[in-house]
């Protein structure tokens, strides 16, 4: 029952997780591509690696959405409000754990980026359901809004990580550790 109810969710996360770390290393590999560097990190920055949620779960998505059995009004809103949250908590839990530990670790900022794929499907399997059924006891124009704000939202996401990799803001969330530049080199 479990494994029937949750499986694509279950799938989202074992490719996002795959997916997300193969990316971390296509820009290197693709010769610092500009291109590749819309969906890629191009730099060590917290921010650009939240592509690596967002990118591979958009993708998932995209490929549930059409492949999928189910169809509910609710998917897009609840998809977008997983991701949303999957990379909130990225940030917040690597800037936590770095303030208490003084210093970040690799084993850590793998367990955060997994934290966060988790974070973004269980929240979008929760949400699913409870939308759906929220969605059923309202009108039919009030139905339409949330799938609409969502797309909105994520068209908003894919701009923002498009022109933060070329101009980012000077703010230690885009700020390269390890260079210490901002954005594509």
Do not use: C
């Not at 309202?138 to 797309?151: D, E």
């Amino acid at each position: 029952m479990f494994w029937k109810k949750y499986r694509y969710e279950i799938y989202g996360v074992l490719f996002t997780a795959v997916a997300g770390t193969l990316l971390h290393f296509v820009y290197e590999w693709s010769g610092s591509a500009v291109i590749v560097g819309l969906f890629a990190p191009v730099n060590e920055s917290v921010w650009e690696h939240i592509k690596l949620l967002f990118f591979p779960g958009l993708l998932f998505s995209v490929w549930d959405y059409f492949h999928a059995s189910r169809r509910p009004a609710s998917f897009l809103p609840s998809r977008t409000a997983g991701l949303t949250a999957g990379m909130a908590a990225i940030p917040l839990l690597f800037y936590a754990y770095t303030a208490l530990l003084g210093t970040n670790h690799l084993a850590l900022d793998i367990m955060v980026f997994l934290l966060g794929i988790l974070l973004a499907f269980l929240i979008s399997a929760l949400l699913e359901k409870k939308i759906s059924t929220t969605a059923t006891a309202l009108s039919g124009t009030k139905t339409r809004v949330l799938p609409f704000l969502s797309a909105v939202l994520i068209i908003i996401y894919l701009l923002l990580f498009f022109l933060f990799t070329f101009r980012p803001p000077q703010l230690p969330l885009f700020r390269d550790p390890v260079s210490g530049h901002f954005g594509i080199s």
